[in-house]
C-alpha cells in the first residue's frame, strides 16, 4: 500500500502530521506567521486537507502549541528526574541550565510558546509551566521568594542564547544562581577570595 493511500485511510494520522507541521513551523518563523497554505506545504498535503481538519486558523495554532506544550512537559518531567540525582544547587541547576541550552530544538520550542503567550492568552498556561516547575523544585530547598528571582534568572538565560551566538558558561550561570539562591554563602567567597 503506497503512503498516499495509507493517508487517506488514516485521518487521524494526517491530523498528527498536519499538527506536528504547524508545530515546527511555529518554531521556525513564529505563531504570527503561521498560515494554512505554509502547513500544507510542510506536512504534504493538499491546502484543503488542513482546513477540513482546522476550520479555522485559531484552531491549527492551538493544536499546535498544545503539541509544544506535550514536548515541554516532557522535558519538564526529565529535569525533574535530572534535579534528584544533580541536586537542587547552584551547581547542580546550572549544569541543567548549561545542559539544556545544547538542545536548540527545546530552546527555540519554548521561545515559540513564551512568544505566542504575549500575544495569546489561551497559551500563557502552557508558557508558564516551565517557569512554574523550576520554583516548584527549588522552593523546598531555597525558599519561594529566591526560586522565583532563579526562574526568572533562568528564562533570561534561554533568552540569551536565542539571541547571541555563545550561550553563557556553566560557570557564569552557577555563580549568578548562587548569588541568587544562597547570597551569604556567594558574599563570603567572593569576600574570600578578594582577601587572598
Not at 37 to 61: C, E, H, I, N, W
Amino acid at each position: 500500500m503506497s503512503d498516499g493511500t495509507r493517508r487517506r485511510r488514516d485521518p487521524e494520522a494526517r491530523r498528527r502530521e498536519i499538527v506536528t507541521a504547524a508545530a515546527e513551523l511555529i518554531v521556525e518563523i513564529g505563531v504570527d506567521a503561521l498560515t494554512h497554505r505554509k502547513v500544507a506545504a510542510r506536512a504534504g498535503v493538499p491546502l484543503g486537507s488542513t482546513t477540513q481538519y482546522f476550520a479555522t486558523l485559531d484552531d491549527l495554532r492551538e493544536a499546535a502549541i498544545g503539541a509544544l506544550a506535550v514536548e515541554i512537559e516532557a522535558r519538564i518531567d526529565a529535569t525533574r528526574q535530572a534535579v534528584i540525582i544533580e541536586g537542587v544547587t547552584p551547581e547542580g541547576i546550572a549544569r541543567l541550565v548549561r545542559r539544556g541550552l545544547d538542545d536548540a530544538r527545546a530552546v527555540q520550542a519554548d521561545r515559540a510558546v513564551v512568544t505566542a503567550a504575549v500575544h495569546d492568552p489561551r497559551v500563557r498556561q502552557f508558557a508558564r509551566l516551565w517557569s512554574d516547575e523550576i520554583v516548584g523544585f527549588i522552593a523546598p530547598v531555597h525558599g519561594v521568594d529566591r526560586a522565583r528571582a532563579a526562574a526568572v534568572f533562568i528564562d533570561g538565560v534561554l533568552w540569551h542564547s536565542q539571541i547571541h551566538d555563545e550561550p553563557l558558561d556553566e560557570e557564569l550561570i552557577r555563580d549568578a544562581l548562587a548569588g541568587i539562591l544562597t547570597p551569604q554563602a556567594s558574599t563570603s567567597a567572593s569576600t574570600a577570595a578578594a582577601s587572598a
